[in-house]
């Protein structure tokens, strides 16, 4: 059944809702729910020993909200009145209606509702854009034996894009006194191309000055 207070801004009304909160620790059964956050929203501040239940339980919320808005908060106060509306904009609401009135039962709004919905959405494109990454071993050959093979990784390592990270690498042997560069790297599937890269960035100047050819000898899914 819905519970209902009033003017809890006024000594009655916090009379009614200590007079509610005697022996329990929140609004509705013995957990922590939305109702506690609308009921703390209507008292305008942490009334005195006068209303200890209502003390006790103001305390209580406002360490869960606390833990849940852990910033500096500095306080603020409203004041002022809004301006009367135009007789015509809209029939009186009958007392029962009371703004001071709150119906911890109501119905969901459609305010409520389409912030719901804007947040599934949120979620689901923020799934949507999670991507999966891929480890490469990449060979990189040099012309031939009088290639700096230091410049050639620095050449190679100064390609950067998003989605690409660099990652150990070695010099191996290949004859004649040639060595070619080991390189591992890791990208993000959908920023980065393999074939793209090598084709557009290591095979090209100015790091073709370096490198003759790239070949992938390793391409994992992480």
């Known amino acids: 059944m ?38 703390y929203a209507a008292v305008l501040e942490k009334p005195g020993d006068a209303f200890p239940s209502v003390a006790k339980w103001y305390e209580v919320v406002s360490s869960h909200l606390a833990t849940s808005f852990p910033g500096n908060a500095q306080g603020v106060r409203f004041s002022g009145k809004a301006s009367a509306a135009p007789a015509e904009a809209a029939p009186a609401k009958p007392a029962a209606e009371d703004d001071d009135d709150l ?40 012309w031939d034996d009088e290639t700096d093979m230091k410049k050639l990784e620095e050449a190679v390592r100064s390609v ?18 040639i060595k070619k560069l080991q390189i591992m ?11 793209s890269l090598i084709e557009e960035h290591l095979t090209v100047e100015p790091v073709n000055e370096y490198v003759q050819s790239c070949d992938i000898v390793a391409f994992n899914k992480i």
């Open 103 to 142: 119906d911890l039962f109501g119905d969901e709004t459609e305010e409520d509702k389409k912030a719901a919905e804007e947040r599934e959405a949120a979620k689901k494109s923020a799934k949507k854009k999670e991507s999966g990454k891929s480890s490469v071993l990449l060979d990189v050959k040099p």
């Open 185 to 195: 790297l890791t990208i993000v599937d959908d920023l980065v191309s393999v074939d």
């Open 160 to 177: 950067e894009m998003p989605g690409l990270l660099w990652g150990a690498s070695k010099l191996v042997p290949v004859g004649y006194g």
């Open 2 to 39: 819905a519970v209902t207070f009033s003017n809890l801004h006024t000594d009655s009304g916090l009379k009614s809702l200590d007079d509610f909160l005697s022996g329990k620790t929140y609004v509705s059964g013995d957990q922590f729910t939305k109702d506690d956050i609308k009921v």
